[in-house]
């Protein structure tokens, strides 16, 4: 029973004091200030230019019968900036331009001539029964003459394993990695 009369006593004292809470009082405020800003500095401009951009040229042939590629890059420094491109010849397409002209002359002899010089070729018509030309022999003639003359079959080109390229690669990047270090502490 005790303390039900003191929680009512609370909840009085804090009705109470909610009533005194709500009385209203208004408050005035005024202020001045005063200021003066004196100044001989000389004014400075900085510009803030975004940075130069090396771009790569764009080399690209203008004709789909050129058996050229184009390739191009381009390196870009706080400082210096370099761009270069080049036309890369693609040999085995011109031979087989070349051929296919011969053959669409009617020159079919000249047209397999001109394909025999690659050695894969004159491999392939020997495994085939049917020799490459030989300064105008064929067939048989053609393939007594190549014996006859080994030093004018064409030399055998390595073909690239898949480790090769994959150490070239590796090459070309440590040395690409390389340069862009050293012009970074330019």
């Known amino acids: 029973m005790k303390t039900i009369k003191i929680i009512l006593t609370m909840a009085l004292l804090s009705l109470s004091g909610a009533a005194f809470a709500q009385t209203t ?110 300064l105008g022999e064929i067939g048989d003639k053609a393939s007594d003459q190549w014996k006859a003359n080994p030093h004018r079959i064409p030399v055998v080109e390595e073909m690239e394993t898949k480790e090769d390229v994959q150490k070239r690669n590796a090459a070309i990047a440590g040395g690409g990695i390389s340069l862009a270090l050293l012009l970074l502490l330019l």
């Open 25 to 134: 009082s208004t408050v005035i405020t005024d202020s001045t200030s005063e200021s003066s800003v004196d100044t001989d500095a000389k004014s400075r401009t900085i510009v803030i230019s975004p940075p130069p951009s090396a771009i790569s040229p764009g080399v690209g042939s203008s004709s789909s019968d050129l058996c050229t590629t184009g390739v191009s890059g381009a390196v870009q420094t706080q400082i210096l900036g370099i761009s270069t491109g080049e036309m890369v010849r693609d040999e085995n397409c011109e031979r087989l331009k070349i051929s296919k002209t011969l053959y669409d002359m009617g020159m079919k002899v000249a047209a397999v001539s001109v394909l025999c010089q690659d050695r894969r070729v004159y491999d392939a018509m020997e495994m085939a029964g049917t020799p490459c030309p030989y």
